[in-house]
C-alpha cells in the first residue's frame, strides 16, 4: 500500500480543479460529498493499495473557483467526464459518496462506455418511495454533518473537538453550492428513474446500515433501476468513508 499522493490543479472548463491523486492500478474516480473533499484518509489510502485514485474537489466547494453557469448536478457530471479527458483516464471506475453518487449515477447515463466500474455509496440522487432524504438546512453545519457519522469519535478525529470558524465557512460555502446545483427538487432527479435502465455498467450499490440521511430504500431502487447491479450493506453512517474505512475499500476493489 502507499502512503503517498500527489497535489495539482487542472484547468477544466475554464475552472482550476484541484486533484489528489495516489497509487497504481486501475483508475477510480472518487467524487466526495455535498459537505465538501476532508482531504486524503485512511480510505483513499487503503483504496490506491491496488488502485489509481482521483480525488478532485468540485469546483466552488471548499473555496475553491466556482462557475456561475454551473446550476444542475449534470452539470458537475460534465466537469468530472472533462476532468478524465484532461488527465488522459479511459476507462475508469467512478465511486460516488451520498451527493458524488448522485454525480457519478448521471455520469454514467451520459458516457457509460468510458466507465468499467459505477459504485454509489449512500447515494443520493432518487426521491425515495419511502421517507425522505435528509434537509440539511433545517440544522446547523456541525449537526448535520456530525449525524453523517455512526461514529462521533470518526467527526472527531477529522474535525476536532471544536470546529473551527474555517471549516463552518467551508460548510456554509458547500451548502451554497448544493444549493444552486440540487435545489429543486433537493438532491433528487425526476429524470435518472427513466435512464438508469439503459446503463449496463457492472455497479455495487453501497449501503451504509445506520445512514440517517438517506432512506435505505433509495439503494433498493438503484439496484432495480440498474441493469447490472449488486447490493452491499456495510455497518457504519452515512460517512461509510469515515465509519468503515477498510470494509468499503475491500468492497470497492473485491
Known amino acids: 500500500m502507499t502512503d503517498g499522493y500527489t497535489e495539482s490543479t487542472i484547468e477544466v472548463a475554464g475552472l482550476p480543479i484541484q486533484v489528489l491523486r495516489g497509487g497504481e492500478g486501475p483508475s477510480v474516480l472518487v467524487i466526495h460529498h455535498e459537505t465538501g473533499n476532508p ?6 489510502n487503503a483504496l490506491s493499495g491496488s488502485r489509481d485514485v482521483i480525488l478532485p474537489t468540485l469546483p466552488g466547494w471548499d473555496g475553491t473557483e466556482r462557475g456561475d453557469w454551473m446550476r444542475s448536478v449534470r452539470d458537475l457530471a460534465a466537469i468530472c467526464s472533462l476532468l478524465l479527458d484532461e488527465l488522459g483516464v479511459g ?6 459518496l451520498g451527493f458524488g ?20 455509496v449512500n447515494a443520493v440522487g432518487l ?4 421517507g425522505e ?3 440539511q438546512f433545517l440544522e446547523a453545519h456541525a449537526d448535520y454533518v456530525k449525524s453523517c457519522f455512526a461514529d462521533p469519535a470518526n467527526f472527531t478525529a477529522l474535525y476536532g473537538e471544536e470546529v473551527s470558524t474555517d471549516q463552518l465557512v467551508a460548510w456554509d460555502a458547500n451548502r451554497e453550492m448544493t444549493a444552486r446545483t440540487a435545489w429543486k427538487p433537493f ?16 455497479t455495487k450499490v453501497i449501503r451504509g446500515a445506520d445512514d440517517t440521511v438517506v432512506p435505505p430504500t433509495v439503494a433498493d431502487q438503484y439496484r432495480t433501476l440498474l441493469g447490472n447491479a449488486e447490493l452491499i450493506e456495510i455497518a457504519g453512517g452515512h460517512n461509510l468513508e469515515s465509519d468503515a474505512p477498510e470494509p468499503l475499500a475491500e468492497a470497492i476493489v473485491s
Do not use: C, K
Open 101 to 120: 453518487g448522485y454525480i457519478a449515477a448521471e455520469m454514467a447515463t451520459a458516457n457509460q462506455s468510458r466507465l468499467s466500474g459505477l459504485v454509489l
Open 91 to 96: 476507462d475508469v471506475t467512478v465511486v460516488g
Open 39 to 44: 482531504g486524503w484518509l485512511e480510505f483513499h
Open 133 to 135: 432524504i435528509r434537509d
Open 187 to 202: 438532491l433528487y432527479s425526476q429524470t435518472l428513474p427513466h435512464l438508469l435502465p439503459n446503463v449496463n455498467t457492472p
Open 127 to 130: 426521491q425515495p418511495e419511502d
